[in-house]
């Protein structure tokens, strides 16, 4: 269980969130939407452990503060980041990364996983170089499924994708549900949670969450917009 209490991040004067509540059970895939600048992935990014932020307020995952702990030990602890633009990285295959954070990886888990993801082409390539939108975003997800993280933060994972890859990127993520793993799943726009099953639903406006509720706003979204929200804000 995650567990997020008047958590604030600011880079130098800037307050970018301003007192996020949160609570996701283990298991629960909760929908944080809102509009582009309010503070998505920087809620994400202070969850990872990223050093640009000064940050005020508590996190705990299962019951251990996170907040006071560098990121390697976050990913130990089970907090697992998909970014919105994944980065290359040359040099580096996607076997070789994958075998870097799990310790004793099992060779047929790993094949047998890069199959259903379909990346089997990509293992002896390097690490999202030279791949599609939607090839990275499956290749984050394999990656994901052996990890088997406690806390899995997906950013944008729909961002640049078709309606294909949409539906395919969230048929992985249905059929890597477990009881184990929260999912925090950022998005601006309500196509990919139609496929999802959302536990709950977050607007992030101005770095605060302005509503909270079941899938029902999901359509408040599509039919309002985010102004909505902003007027009254
Ligand atoms: N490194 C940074 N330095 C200064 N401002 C930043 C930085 N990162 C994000 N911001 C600002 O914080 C706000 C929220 O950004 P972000 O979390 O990326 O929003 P979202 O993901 O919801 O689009 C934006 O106004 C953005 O300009
Ligand atoms: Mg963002």
């Not at 082409?121 to 390097?126: A, N, P, V």
């Not at 933060?153 to 640049?160: A, K, P, V």
């Not at 985010?226 to 009254?232: A, F, H, P, S, V």
């Amino acid at each position: 269980m995650l567990k997020i209490e008047n958590l604030k991040a600011s880079i130098g004067d800037v307050e970018i969130l301003k007192g996020i509540d949160l609570e996701i059970s283990s298991g629960e895939l909760h929908a944080v939407m809102g509009p582009n600048g309010s503070g998505k992935s920087t809620l994400c990014h202070v969850l990872m452990g990223n050093t640009d932020y000064e940050k005020e307020g508590k996190v705990t995952l299962n019951g251990d503060d996170v907040l006071s702990i560098p990121q390697f030990e976050r990913a130990e602890k089970g907090i697992f980041q998909s970014f919105q633009y994944p980065v290359g990285l040359p040099g580096v295959t996607l076997k070789e990364f994958t075998e870097s954070f799990l310790e004793n990886v099992d060779k047929d888990e790993l094949i047998e996983t890069s199959k259903r993801f379909n990346v089997q082409e990509f293992l002896d390539r390097d690490v999202n170089v030279d791949l599609s939108g939607g090839e990275k975003k499956r290749s984050e997800l394999f990656q994901l499924s052996l990890m088997k993280p406690s806390l899995a933060l997906l950013d944008e994972i729909d961002s640049g994708l078709d309606i294909d890859a949409i539906k395919s990127v969230a048929s992985l993520i249905n059929e890597n549900r477990d009881e184990k793993t929260s999912y925090i799943l950022v998005t601006h726009y309500s196509r990919i949670l139609k496929y999802l099953d959302v536990d709950k639903v977050h607007i992030v406006v101005n770095g605060k969450i302005v509503k909270s509720g079941s899938n029902e706003l999901i359509e408040e979204v599509d039919s309002g917009g985010y102004t909505q929200y902003q007027e009254e804000n």
